[in-house]
């Protein structure tokens, strides 16, 4: 009774619509509808499947994997979490599933009610099939097995996958979950493997009809069949490539690097040359024989600044006289790029000229220039001149490492041109110290020679006396008049030689040049030589020697006759002007180009231009290739009605007597204030030596010894208060000049022989500070003497 009651109740429970399970084939269970982006066909369904377990459970974190199949098909079971029953069931366990149709990531699985063991079956055997015939859904759920060639291997979230070459590339994929070696059986790209597993799919978006994978349970199921003796082409081509890039780069790199270093050799070889030249003009050949092969220019000209003519002197290249440019008013073309160079202190690249805000042409014979670099030349600070690079052939970008190096080179060519100024200086200051050293020999000789000439013409008078009517008249008057010429002569080399002894008096400068072309004119008109006087007859007053005045322009006007030996057209013009209370002597003479001397004529300077400093002016030639060349002579002119003023100033009071016959160093750049300042020195009958450079004053206060030197704020080179402490030891007094009365600079500054004074010196504070340094003065003669 109870068992037939049993059997109604599993009758009427399969009648049941909601109970109802149908029994499917696992290619049923397995099959995909199309229309649904192939999507399983029975999904949601409960469904009983029968097959054989294949492969061991497969464990991910969160769900485990149980794969059967029936000989034909194969089907996957899910179950949620790591450790489940699936565990128990082992390959060759025939089992039956009841269970819901569902999908996971593409893959149709099961989701189990019951799995009920059926009986005990062989293990099935692995399929082999081509890597490319896996990518379907005959093989899902399966044990297959695969060949491949590795061609990527890496690691996800769930486990580590490896790639097989294929057209798609197909993936062997270990869960986490299973052990899995750091390298495994010393896999690598290029290897060719055989893998067994589970067919598989993994696509997480919709069609589900792609992403086919080979799920691997144990990672011995990976053998390597042969090793990778070649890498793949696609590798070896990179590979290569990569070679060859870095082989041209590193050959490019080192024949830069050679360029470079064969550069720089070049460079320093040139600087060397540069600081060794004797003249600007060397220079000049050095950088045009050397730059071309450095920068690759076409063309190099140099311009040295001219501080008295306020121009740029352009450096002649021994054809002609390249000329100046005046910065006022700059002419066009390249010289206009060389003026706003100096202007603005910086490098001036023009890479077209036909975009340049100048206009430029050619010069004369020449290609106007494509290119152009104008570099300042800069020493300690100033701008010494102007280099200037061109380039014809071709529009070109000076790179920043081509302009770094045309600067480096621009200033060293401003250093050695400084050395040359410096050069000068102490040539001159050398034969300065010659002149005093041959003037003291000349004053003893004509201190003994005055004594028997003095003799001889008292004498001669009274021989004429004795001998008036007589025979011996002719020759007696001669031997007077001889002997007064001599007695003249000698006067005249103690007033020139002697300078210390002479008293700073006003001098007419017409009348001295009158009188001087009266005593040539005799030999001038013997030699063919045209004189023109544009002296103006009012006399102009100078204070000063008159004897060292005379020598001046006495020399002057000698070299002036020697230059025109072979000029076709002799003439001399002497002419004089005022402006804004400076003398200005000019004598011009019409020399032909070939018959100037620069070597003569810089002696002929150099002799003069220390005279005529110590009064407080300042001589030059202007030598122009379209004028005649001339001599220019600025001196302070004192009006006439204070001649006798100035004359008495300079010789009356304690102070004036006390400044007769000092040496001076004035170190001032602003050349304004400098004439200034050797003016009122001059009138108190000072020797002054000018300088515009702190470092030029020292080595100056090294060769020589100076009562007191004076020093400007703003001189170049070395500073003030380093430069005071260095000739505390070697000058009577420091003078420093600032720019305006600061009572905070002369409290801290003044004392133990310095002094402050407020330019403009004003001669009240002149004449108070002269006051004060007559003890530290008389204290550093004594200890000199």
């Known amino acids: 009774m109870r068992q037939g009651l049993t059997l109604v109740v599993w009758v009427l429970a399969g009648c049941l619509p909601g109970s109802a399970q149908t029994r499917l084939t696992l290619k049923e269970a397995g099959s995909r509808d199309s ?35 029936d000989g034909d098909y194969g089907a996957v079971i899910q179950m949620a979490g790591a450790n489940t029953p699936l565990d128990t069931f082992h390959p060759g366990d025939e089992i039956q599933v009841q269970g819901t149709v569902s999908a996971l990531a593409g893959m149709v699985v099961i989701l189990p009610e019951s799995i009920d063991p059926v009986g005990r079956k062989p293990p099935p055997v692995p399929l082999d099939v081509p890597v490319e015939d896996l990518e379907g859904y005959r093989y899902l759920g399966r044990l297959v097995r695969t060949e491949g060639r590795i061609t990527d291997a890496g690691q996800t979230g769930p486990g580590r996958y490896v790639t097989l070459e294929a057209s798609p590339s197909y993936k062997l994929f270990i869960p986490r979950a299973h052990a899995w070696p750091t390298d495994p059986s010393g896999l690598r790209t290029g290897d060719k493997v055989q ?36 890498p793949p082409p696609m590798a070896l081509a990179t590979a290569l490539g990569v070679i060859l890039f870095i082989g041209f780069f590193l050959w490019s790199r080192e024949r830069r690097l050679r360029n470079q270093r064969e550069t720089l050799r070049k460079t320093y070889q040139l600087g060397e040359e540069i600081l060794g030249s004797a003249s600007a003009y060397e220079i000049l050949k050095r950088i045009r024989e050397s730059l071309p092969g450095i920068l690759g220019v076409s063309r190099v000209r140099l311009y040295v600044y001219n501080r008295a003519g306020k121009t740029l002197e352009g450096v002649s290249d021994g054809a002609g006289d390249a000329g100046a440019i005046s910065l006022a008013t700059p002419p066009g073309g390249t010289q206009a790029g060389a003026v706003a160079c100096f202007h603005y202190r910086a490098l001036l690249v023009i890479p077209d000229i036909d975009r340049s805000p100048f206009p430029i042409t050619g010069a004369p014979g020449e290609p106007a220039p494509r290119s152009l670099l104008f570099v300042p030349m800069l020493a300690q600070g100033e701008v010494t001149g102007v280099l200037e690079l061109d380039q014809d052939d071709r529009v070109r970008e000076f790179s920043a490492g081509e302009q770094e190096l045309a600067q480096h080179l621009g200033n060293q060519i401003g250093v050695a041109i400084r050395l040359l100024g ?38 001669a008078t009274r021989a004429l006396e004795k001998s008036h009517g007589g025979s011996a008249e002719r020759e007696v008057t001669a031997i007077a008049s001889e002997a007064q010429t001599a007695a003249g002569m000698v006067a005249r080399l103690v007033s020139f030689a002697a300078a210390e002894q002479v008293e700073a008096r006003p001098v007419s400068i017409s009348d001295l040049l009158r009188t001087l072309i009266d005593f040539r004119e005799g030999d001038w008109k013997a030699s063919g030589i045209r004189v023109k006087d544009l002296t103006t007859r009012e006399p102009l007053y100078v204070l000063g020697s008159q004897g060292q005045l005379e020598q001046v322009f006495l020399n ?48 002929v300077l150099g002799v003069t231009r220390s005279v005529i400093a110590g009064h407080g002016g300042e001589v030059r030639l202007i030598d122009k290739s379209n004028t005649d060349p001339r001599f220019e002579v600025e001196l302070p002119v004192i009006a006439k009605e204070r001649s006798g003023a100035a004359g008495a100033a300079a010789s009356n009071g304690h102070a004036a007597a ?37 470092d030029i004053g020292l080595d100056m206060a090294h060769r020589m010894r100076f009562d007191m030197a004076f020093c400007s704020v703003h001189a170049p080179g070395l500073n003030w208060v380093e430069l005071s402490e260095r000739m505390q030891s070697r000058v009577g007094g420091f003078i420093l000049l600032s720019d305006g009365y600061d009572a905070e600079l002369s409290a801290d500054f003044e004392g133990d022989g310095r002094f402050v004074l407020a330019k403009p010196v004003q001669e009240p504070d002149l004449e108070r500070t002269l006051q004060s340094l007559e003890p530290p003065v008389q204290m550093a003669r004594n200890g000199a003497a």
């Open 35 to 69: 229309s649904k982006g192939y999507s399983p066909s029975h999904d949601g369904q409960k469904v009983v499947v029968r097959g054989v377990v294949n492969a061991p459970a497969v464990h991910f974190p969160d769900y485990s994997l149980l794969a059967m199949e």
């Open 195 to 230: 893998a067994t597993g589970i067919g598989y799919q993994f696509c997480s978006q919709a069609p589900y009809n792609r992403s086919y994978q080979l799920l691997v349970h144990d990672p011995g199921a990976i053998v390597r069949m042969e090793g990778s003796w070649l």
């Open 422 to 459: 410096q050069r000068s200086v102490q040539e001159q200051l050398f034969r300065t110290e010659k002149l005093a050293a041959v003037g003291q020999l000349i004053s003893r000789v004509v201190n003994e020679l005055q004594t028997p000439l003095s003799s001889i013409s008292d004498l």
């Open 556 to 603: 002057l006007l000698v070299h002036a006759e020697q230059s025109l030996a072979d000029a076709p057209q002799k003439a001399i013009i002497v002419r004089t002007s005022v402006l804004a209370k400076r003398l200005l002597v000019e004598i011009a003479f019409t020399a032909p180009p070939i018959s100037r001397k620069v070597e003569e004529t810089a002696a």
């Open 658 to 694: 006390f400044a007769k016959g000092m040496t001076a160093l004035v170190i001032e750049p602003d050349e304004g204030a400098q004439r200034q300042i050797l003016g009122l020195l001059a009138a108190r009958g000072c020797r002054v030596i000018p300088v515009d450079n702190a």
